[in-house]
DNA sequence: TCTGGGGTCCTAGGACCC
DNA sequence: TCTGGGGTCCTAGGACCC
């Protein structure tokens, strides 16, 4: 195999490796419910920001035949028949749950990647004598128990394959929430890879799918055994792996510590409406501090900015505009205020007036390791600034991760922020906020 | 009326260089 | 008038993921 990206190369193991993923049920619903347990065995979901979009749907939900991602106000008739019980969402509570759930884990295995806020590779090759589906079985018993969480685990020699047998332990009660392949007879996994379609597999979304099945290629085994070559010749190298993947040759590392991120974004949907510069850098200042903050926790530096806005899409009569700039950051920094005043300085340039703005964003980009920053073309005027802007810029993070976000904040954010996201099916941050705590009533 | 947010990787094509 | 070929770098866009 040609070269390539390290983490696709071959694992030099040898023999098969039993790869676990641990993944949530419908993680927010969840979350919701493990608070408010009357929800349980009812219709429930959560929506995205702005209540725009459904993001997580309970059982029962998914059994109306309600899709991810729609937008909420599309199936109104149905909240309204079924009753349907809907909340905005609360990270700050589900990112704490998720927290919980990876520290569990880690107890089960020391080789931990977590993939997304409600999924979790766990490598527990070598630990094939303890009989691994019900060393899964315990992992699921003790989420249920010590959090309240419903989780699936599927088991594999593969990651696509691990996630393929996990979406069979969702989908097939009888597995009882743990599928393993590696103790699966090969004609049972080539029955059921015969029955589902392509479109599940890992890395395979719905244009692949669709152009696969006009191949013929329509069930996950039919791609596993189709010609990687010639996979790779009519596709990519990318789909090449995952049909390695699906036969049990690796291709995909687990990746114990996670890599710092290339770009850091922020952007959000305004509650209503943006006509002007004042409100939109209200919101492009607030933006790009929260970005910087990420920046400066994974101890990064930015080498430029890029900011957009844009009208809503959706409005196809209305007239549509959606610039977007990079601005340069002559020295790279992670100083709130230098990347505010060239954010702002980029919004001037695109912004033009008499529009309806729905949205708008930014990216970080070209970060680097904040140790290793280049001498600046002026180095010595540069010195002495530098070690204040770091202090305050320290001070400023603790003062915000102790109070609460947005505890103090730059005057450029605006006091009157009338462009914030509506919000008001939101439930309490149980866990994150002593104010909000639950209260037992006697 | 009302349509999310944050990431990654790969590829193609153009600019530029020798 | 006729005008090569190969390499690198960058960017935009598309596909995917949750």
């Given amino acids: 195999m040609g070269g390539g990206h390290e983490r696709h190369s071959q694992s030099p193991v040898t023999g098969p490796r039993s790869i676990a993923i641990v993944d949530c049920n419908n993680f927010y619903v969840s979350c919701e419910r493990v608070f408010q347990p009357a929800l349980e065995g009812r219709p429930v979901v959560v929506l995205s920001n702005n209540d725009g979009c459904v993001v997580a749907r309970s059982d029962e939900v998914k059994a109306l035949g309600v899709k991810m991602g729609v937008p909420f106000f599309q199936i109104r008739p149905l909240v309204e028949e079924h009753g349907i019980l809907a909340f905005s969402s609360n990270y700050a509570l589900y990112a704490d749950m998720s927290n919980r759930v990876m520290s569990i884990l880690h107890h089960f295995s020391p080789h931990q990647e977590v993939y997304s806020i409600d999924e979790c590779f766990l490598d527990l090759t070598g630990m094939e004598h303890l009989d691994l589906t019900r060393y899964c079985q315990k992992i699921r018993q003790r989420i249920r128990k010590w959090l309240g969480l419903p989780v699936c685990v599927g088991i594999a020699p593969t990651k696509t394959l691990a996630k393929l047998a996990n979406h069979i332990a969702k989908k097939q009660p009888q597995y009882n929430g743990v599928c393993n392949f590696n103790q699966m007879p090969s004609l049972e996994a080539d029955r059921i890879m015969a029955s589902i379609g392509v479109g599940e597999v890992w890395g395979v979304g719905r244009r692949l799918a669709e152009h696969l099945g006009r191949m013929g290629i329509e069930t996950v085994k039919a791609l596993r055994d189709a010609d990687p070559k010639g996979i790779r010749q009519q596709f990519s190298v990318v789909l090449e792996r995952t049909v390695?993947?699906?036969?049990?040759?690796?291709?995909?590392?687990?990746?114990?510590?996670?890599?710092?991120?290339?770009?850091?974004?922020?952007?959000?949907?305004?509650?209503?409406?943006?006509?002007?510069?004042?409100?939109l850098g209200e919101a492009v200042s607030l933006y790009t501090s929260r970005a910087a903050e990420k920046l400066r926790s994974q101890r990064s530096?930015?080498?430029?900015?890029?900011?957009?806005?844009?009208?809503?899409?959706?409005?196809?009569?209305?007239?549509?505009?959606?610039?977007?700039?990079?601005v340069p950051l002559i020295e790279p920094t992670d100083d709130s205020r230098r990347i505010v005043r060239a954010a702002l300085w980029g919004l001037k340039r695109i912004y033009r007036p008499g529009l309806a703005y729905q949205k708008a964003g930014i990216m970080l980009v070209e970060l680097s390791p904040s140790g290793q920053k280049q001498a600046g073309l002026f180095p010595a005027v540069m010195g002495q600034d530098e070690s204040r802007s770091k202090r305050l810029m320290c001070t400023l993070d603790r003062i915000n991760q102790r109070m609460g976000n947005g505890t103090l904040r730059l005057a450029s954010e605006g006091i009157e922020q009338n462009w914030k996201m509506k919000s008001g099916r939101k439930s309490p941050c149980y866990t994150t906020r002593w104010d909000e705590i639950v209260k037992a009533m006697a």
Avoid: W
């Fill in 301 to 326: 530096v930015a080498g430029g900015i890029q900011i957009y806005i844009r009208t809503n899409p959706h409005k196809e009569h209305a007239p549509q505009y959606h610039p977007s700039i990079t």
């Fill in 244 to 279: 390695l993947e699906l036969r049990g040759i690796s291709c995909l590392s687990l990746e114990d510590i996670a890599p710092v991120k290339k770009q850091i974004m922020s952007s959000r949907s305004f509650g209503a409406y943006v006509y002007s510069l004042q409100d």
